[in-house]
């Protein structure tokens, strides 16, 4: 195919990307070893430049399919052409089967989950297992989650959660679990929904989707918006009520505050309702997630960055102001629970959990740059040692079910060596992360006991002053 005919063919957006990043270079020794998309862009670049050869199309589409999405790089914008590539690619070629089924974690997680012991026997079985995993193009290697007797969802309704508390007075939450928690460890989301209870504030756990993560990643973009629309919807209703969103994981507070929020600020739309002069363009300094008033403004010449500051991204078709009203009440719990201490207001009747514990903060935490609200929350527990493993470039490689698939398995256990060793040479007892993508490739690659940073508050909650202990087995 000659890709000079279409301007809008994937393999022409992904030779932008190759010839843009070639000619800054920057990523080419700092993502060496925590990226697979990079080393393979310059290996391209250069083996074109050496032989005269051009890369071919299908390398182009090979290409593209190493980015997990980490959000490392420094240029948004490339990150933004690869997801259109990938996009393109999906849209023009299709998607295969198994790419199809795993993407949608939220009906697999309520598929599986409807007979969790049939299914986890399945799952187990050497023959059935086996046959699933080729059907749905998982690597025969990777391991796969035990599905729980109960998911979140069901707890959840059973506790009333599915209802808006009838109350006005004091805070209150609307907690977006998200596909894993809710389906796969669902021991999360309780000991979420226990803290937040346990500070006076009331939960409400609203009929969302998936963030839209998995199925962005793909290339589905119809599915993503699906997702995107509804979520954006009930969420905004929310927020309009009074909710504060929170999440506990990081991948979905990316998503549904930072992915669906860019270009918002700059809409004709917002610029009006803030009634921005016709000749700047006006945004919020840094605009931080969760902070939507008294926020110094800055001012941008149109004339100058008109062309630049446009709300046409992927989800520019969304409602902008919705978008906005979603970014600004959404927070990380940790973020959350932190301004809850920092105003005085958090309960702090811990009682000890001994441990000697590493926390790891996972890429979409560190991109969202609110800090390691964690390792203070995790040092009111008395009895508790922790250490954070330090560096913006480790990633455990797993990038939710890119990891599952045949042909990414490998490399994503490549990609995260770097972490696992360095997890090797510090020896904890018990390993913490916000992360559920990373608690399943630590479950693959180490013995370690894996725990998000709410459960070990909750149970410090639980513990009072009778102590109690977190073995690394058991």
Known sequence: MDISE????????????????????????????????????????????????????????????????????????????????????AERDGLKFGVRTVEDVERIGKLCGALPGLTNRLLRSGLSGGMIKEALGIHRDRKLPEFPAESFPAWARKEGLHVKPNTTAGRKVAYFAGCTAKYIFPEVAKATVEVLRHNGIDVYCPDDKCCGMPSFLEGDRKLTMEFAGHNLNLLADAAQDGYDIVCSCPTCSFMLRHLLAEGAYYSREYQESIGADPKFIKVPAKATPGESSDRKMESFDKTIFKNIMKDEGYFSSIDPMKRVALAEKTFDVAEYLLRLHKAGVLKTDLGSVEGQAVYFPPCHQREQEFGQPYMELLGLVPGLKIDAIQGNLYCCGLAGVMGFKRDFHKASIELGNRLIEKIKTMNPEILVTDCLSCRLQFNQLLPHKVLHPVEILWEAYRARAQGARLRAHG
């Open 6 to 89: 279409n301007k809008s063919a994937p393999e022409r957006i992904s030779r932008k990307i190759v010839m843009d990043c070639a000619d800054c270079d920057c990523c080419r020794p700092i993502m060496d070893e925590s990226c697979l998309f990079f080393p393979e862009l310059y290996r391209l670049y250069d083996q074109e430049v050496e032989t005269g050869q051009k890369i071919s199309a299908t390398e182009l589409r090979q290409l593209v399919e190493k980015c997990n999405f980490c959000a490392l790089c420094p240029c948004p914008n490339i990150r933004a052409d690869i997801i259109r590539a990938k996009t393109q690619f």
